[in-house]
């Protein structure tokens, strides 16, 4: 789409109405989701519509029905469930329902649909789309409404955003309210474990999922539970043997308790449930242990969503009115979906059909190709759950040892991935060695051999239990590759922020100096900054926005019960801007001042007088986020006396800093998630390696290729080697020079109600679904 069409496009909405409805199970994010679509739509010129409890609101239609404005949405974004109300209609799978509907629709000249529901909800949204016509044409015939206006309204347009905690809609890598929901029960087992812990206790936690095990899954690798069962893949016979076996085995050495995970529509190899209940007597008859078992139910659909699913849900709402507003009565419904850290749009019926082609296949015993059919990134998951569960003794022993550090700022994640590195590297037959303290402990020795249980709890805790340090390997170069031959190092992984991409890049133009240095080595970016070259993402990044968030969330929270107040709140990330933006499209913020994007006297000038304006309305509360480094002269302080003096006699203004709140807590699921499987990869990746360059008795290794960042770049696991990542590093700021996120500022700005340039919104690319696409995804 060019500049020129883009630019047009924002006055296209003059004289169209949009409606939004939320239908089906509520899902967290679905208010952002509201709020994006209604404030996007508004941006591009056209009438907004509320319809109130789904489709029942749209077939009864009257008060349910209701015009929105700007401010109708303020204030939802931090909220769960929805605002607009949900419910089930049996009248809407009728003619006579969807007829009535229908006129509803037409009376307020409404022929762009918005539904944010699961494949049900969005099945019937296509259904009323291909009847639209007929409907008409009935009504007029009726005499309801006249033949002009009939043809006026002739076409319907439908785009679809996926709703579901279950993640179980193909085609999208996420849906709207699973991050969130694996929030909730993160949280809960990691409380669960505390108590089980104290009085060595096996619990059965049961979490949703009666067709779709994605949120058991996921929160059996983040917690590193003992056993785990899903519906797409049914324990073998004797699994009762099996399971109490392995839980033996671990209080055996050493372990105080024990966790199983259930889905609830978890199934024997026969297709029969396995219930929590069952699961709990088992474990009490055969092994006499103390056992409780937890249904987590709908708590898993409450709360405040994660910063994850308010981007998610902004980003495809602000995605579908552009769809809506482009599309012509050729264009198929289409569903906005989300590939790597892009939204796409994708033909609404086609992943309907591969939706259902998973319960077909889990219908007919089919469970191998179930598991393929949910995705790469699910089938990732299951092969590495079982790979990291247990401790199986290495087939041999081989000739490589494998050290592992930390380096830089402590990171949420960093843990997580030394806990599947290790466990994989013992798996492989390799000696692995941990390293405290980064560069500085390498070059010191203080280097010590590490064992499977030892690292056994360490996916949910924050920061660095090996201990990490920002000291780069050149202010001791010679003592490190001392501490490498007196240990008979093979491989190095090193997991950590910018000084740990920056270390190795060191260690790495030094190979031609020591020879000691010519083994494989590899970063893990981890920092809360998200600055590191090679990677859309960091570990520790998710957890960072997170917690900035929630600050901010508390911050508007406080503000509640006082009229006309403006905070300023600092972050933290260097000179990147990634934690601002993305904190500040979490919490709706009025603006985020970041060093990429240079501000003047002339840009604060005009957010005074947009914050001036906007407290002469409902809206009585403002918030601004300053990135820690986005400029030398306006500092915090002094953006902070700024606006005090100028908002004078309308407005007053606090100021917050955010500080090293950032930086602790417990890993976010995506973040244990997102370590276990660099962990894994990275070992996968050292071990080749190791084999490809191991000759007359030792390794070596001169290659770039050698010495690498591992990155997800979109939805592709890359290994990029330092020294080709060097030209498209910012030293002095630390950070790559072109980011992806930047993408971003134009929604931010957007949906905040300031002036910005259409033409910089990059619009979500069409995509099609196919069993091979959805299958060979990156697994994340």
């Known amino acids: 789409m060019s500049t020129m069409d883009l630019e047009k496009l924002k006055m296209t909405g003059a004289g169209r109405a949009i409606a939004v409805l939320t239908s089906g199970g509520d899902a967290q994010g679905m208010n952002a989701a509201v709020r994006a679509v209604t404030r996007m739509g508004i941006y591009v010129g056209a009438k907004v519509y509320l319809i109130y409890e789904g489709y029942q609101g749209l077939v009864d239609g009257g008060d349910n029905i ?128 505390t108590t089980a812990q104290s009085h060595q206790r096996t619990f059965v936690l049961e979490v949703m999922g009666r067709h779709c095990g994605y949120l058991a899954l996921v929160s059996a690798l983040a917690s590193g539970a003992d056993w785990l069962f899903i519906p797409e893949a049914p324990p073998q016979e004797g699994w ?170 402590p990171a949420a994640g960093m843990n997580s991935a030394v806990r599947s590195a290790v466990r994989l590297a013992l798996a492989h037959g390799h000696k692995v060695y941990g390293v405290h303290d980064g560069f500085q402990g390498l070059a010191n020795g203080e280097v010590f051999e590490m064992e499977w249980h030892k690292v056994a709890g360490w996916t949910g805790q924050g920061g660095s239990l090996l201990g990490t340090k920002r000291t780069l390997p050149s202010k001791n170069m010679k003592k490190l590759v001392e501490t490498i031959t007196n240990f008979n190092i093979s491989a190095l992984l090193v997991i950590g922020g910018f000084e740990g991409y920056h270390g190795v890049l060191e260690l790495f133009e030094a190979r031609s100096q020591y020879e000691e240095l010519c083994i494989p080595m590899c970063v893990i970016p981890a920092t809360i900054s998200n600055n590191v070259p090679g990677t859309d993402f960091s570990l520790g990044a998710d957890t960072a926005v997170n917690a900035a968030m929630e600050g901010c969330d508390k911050i508007k929270q406080s503000a509640s019960g006082t009229k006309r107040r403006v905070f300023v709140v600092e972050t933290m990330g260097g000179f990147c801007g990634y934690l601002a933006t993305s904190t500040g499209i979490a919490v709706g913020a009025d603006a985020a001042y970041i060093f990429e994007d240079p501000i003047n006297i002339h840009d604060l000038k005009t957010n005074v007088e947009h914050l001036t304006e906007k407290m002469k309305k409902d809206i009585q509360r403002g918030l601004v986020l300053r990135n820690e480094s986005c400029h030398e002269n306006y500092t915090t302080d002094f953006i902070h006396r700024l606006y005090s003096s100028e908002g004078r006699g309308v407005f007053d203004c606090r100021v917050n800093v955010l500080g090293h709140l950032q930086q602790g807590g417990a890993p976010s699921p995506f973040d244990r998630n997102f ?53 498209v590093t910012d030293f002095e700021h630390r950070m790559p020079k072109v980011q992806w996120w930047f993408n971003l500022r134009p929604m931010l700005k957007m949906l905040a109600k300031y002036q910005t340039s259409f033409c910089e919104y990059v619009p979500g690319e069409i995509e099609h679904v196919t069993r091979r696409s959805i299958s060979i995804d990156s697994g994340f």
Not at 325 to 348: F, K, Q, W, Y
Not at 358 to 382: C, I, P, Y
Not at 383 to 394: D, E, F, R, T
Request: proline share 2%; aromatic share 6%; with cysteine.
């Open 675 to 727: 370590g276990t499987k660099l962990g894994v990869r990275a070992i996968q990746w050292i071990s080749e390696k190791l084999t490809e360059n191991f000759q007359q008795g030792r390794v070596f290794t001169n290659s770039p290729d050698t010495a690498c960042v591992l990155g997800l770049n979109r939805k592709v696991i890359s290994f990029s080697p330092v020294i080709e990542l060097k030209d």
């Open 240 to 409: 009762e043997d099996r399971m109490c076996a392995r839980l033996e085995g671990s209080r055996i050495k050493g372990s105080r308790l024990n966790i199983i995970i259930v889905a609830e529509g978890a199934i024997d190899i026969n297709g029969k449930p396995i219930s929590s209940t069952y699961v709990k007597d088992l474990v009490v008859k055969r092994l006499g242990y103390d056992t409780r078992v937890t249904v987590l139910g709908h708590v898993q659909r409450g709360g405040t969503p994660s910063a994850f699913d308010r981007i998610l849900s902004s980003k495809l709402g602000v995605e579908a009115v552009i769809a809506l507003m482009e599309a012509s009565p050729d264009t198929p419904a289409c569903v906005i979906g989300l590939s790597g850290n892009h939204a796409v749009r994708l033909p609404l019926m086609e992943c309907v059909e591969m939706t259902k082609l998973v319960q077909t296949a889990m219908n007919e015993k089919r469970f191998d190709e179930a598991v393929t059919l949910r995705g790469g990134s699910f089938e990732n998951n299951w092969n590495i759950y079982k790979l990291l569960a247990v401790q199986k003794p290495a087939q041999s022993q081989s000739q490589f040892s494998v050290a592992i550090l930390n380096v830089g700022a």
């Open 66 to 193: 209701k015009l929105a404005h700007w401010q109708s949405v303020t204030n939802i974004i931090q909220l769960g469930g929805t605002v607009i109300g949900s419910a089930r209609c049996k009248t809407f799978t009728t003619r006579e329902g969807r007829l009535a509907a229908a006129f509803n629709l037409v009376k307020k000249g409404i022929t762009n649909l918005c539904v944010c529901g699961g494949d049900g909800s969005l099945t019937g949204a296509n259904i009323f789309r291909s009847e639209w016509s007929s409907l008409l044409d009935e009504l007029v015939k009726k005499g309801r409404i006249t033949d002009t206006l009939a043809k006026k309204h002739n076409h319907l347009n439908i785009v679809g955003l996926v709703g579901s905690i279950d993640n179980d809609f193909c085609g999208t890598d996420m849906t709207i309210g699973a991050d969130s929901a694996l929030h909730r029960i993160m949280e809960i087992i990691d409380a669960i474990m």
